[in-house]
């Protein structure tokens, strides 16, 4: 179902981005999506194949109305309620997401490091991961007391591992071999 998820996701993509509503439309989505993820009552009936469109259509209105979401988001989830694919909505924002970063040049890094970095430390890692991934980072930062010390970080599948238990690990494999 990943591809699904992400055709959905890539046409809404196309849809947000052309009418310059990317933001509110992941925001609007989001919304939908928590009240879709907290409510199996809710999950059932839009997944029901026994539920007709147009009662579908008339839930999704008015929570759509109750969370302010506009025609775009409104349309895609009635298309999606339509081709009976609502039990992938978790993975359709998901990729939407993804999607939505990717082609506004964003990418997501996970920085685990021994010690808290200070505001000049993690300014210095997302202007140097900015340099070498030409990409807008978002930074999540995380400790790892087992790093010894320095720091590793995950853009995408990309990891770069500066930390002190790396280097370790590596002069005891050189030393090893001599």
């Known amino acids: 179902m990943k591809s699904a ?3 959905y ?6 849809v947000a981005l052309a009418q310059g509503a990317a ?3 992941l925001r609007q989505l989001g919304d939908f999506a928590a009240a879709f993820g907290v409510s199996a ?8 194949p026994g539920v007709p469109s147009g009662a579908k259509h008339d839930v999704i209105e008015k929570i759509a109305g ?6 775009i988001i409104r349309n895609f989830l009635f298309v ?10 978790p993975e359709i924002v998901a990729s939407f997401q993804d999607v939505i970063r990717q082609r506004q040049g964003i990418a997501e890094a996970e920085i685990s490091s021994a010690i808290e970095l200070s505001a000049a430390q993690k300014k210095r890692f997302a202007q140097t991961l900015e340099r070498l991934t030409g990409k807008k980072i978002e930074a999540k930062y995380s400790l ?3 790093l010894l010390g320095g720091a590793v970080v995950r853009v995408g599948d990309t990891i770069y ?5 790396s280097s370790l690990n590596e002069m005891r494999v050189r030393l090893a071999a001599e």
């Open 80 to 89: 999606i309620a339509d081709h009976q694919r609502t039990h992938i909505l």
């Open 5 to 7: 998820s992400l055709q």
């Open 144 to 146: 790892d007391p087992a």
């Open 23 to 25: 933001d509110t439309a």
């Open 41 to 48: 009552e809710l999950r059932n009936f839009l997944t029901s």
């Open 66 to 71: 109750r969370i302010g979401a506009g025609k």
């Open 9 to 14: 996701a890539n046409a809404l993509a196309d």
């Open 161 to 165: 591992d500066g930390s002190v238990r």
